[in-house]
């Protein structure tokens, strides 16, 4: 069974920082595409940035750029976001969202999902 289970979220002032986990198991991820996805209050989903499990080849949403770092550790089966900067505007849900076709991941209908983590963002 495919599990995808986030953390790292919480509350942070503006300017802080946060890294989420993104932590998967059930599978070889090996040649999947993993993504991050936020969704703010009101909001539809967003693509945040996405990452290919085999080679480490990362994909930004434009807005993203410069702030957030996707990365991930295999041999802890694991994806990070890193968030700098933070602004409270960034303030959402995370999720964590893995499919084998990377068009899959930028649209936003991965097939595996992750329950989401709150970040919440004071000014």
Do not use: H
Not at 49 to 69: C, H, L, P
Not at 82 to 98: F, G, I, R
């Amino acid at each position: 069974q495919v599990q995808l289970v986030e953390s790292g979220g919480g509350l942070v002032q503006a300017g802080g920082s946060l890294r989420l986990s993104c932590a998967a198991s059930g599978r070889t991820f090996r040649y999947y595409y993993m993504g991050w996805f936020q969704q703010a209050p009101g909001k539809e989903r967003e693509f945040v940035a996405g990452i290919r499990w085999s080679s480490g080849a990362t994909y930004y949403a434009d807005s993203m750029k410069g702030r957030f770092t996707i990365s991930r550790d295999n041999a802890k089966n694991t994806v990070y976001l890193q968030m700098n900067s933070l602004k409270p505007e960034d303030t959402a849900v995370y999720y964590c969202a893995a499919d084998p076709i990377l068009s899959r991941v930028l649209a936003g209908t991965a097939g595996y999902w992750g329950q989401g983590t709150q970040v919440t963002v004071s000014s």
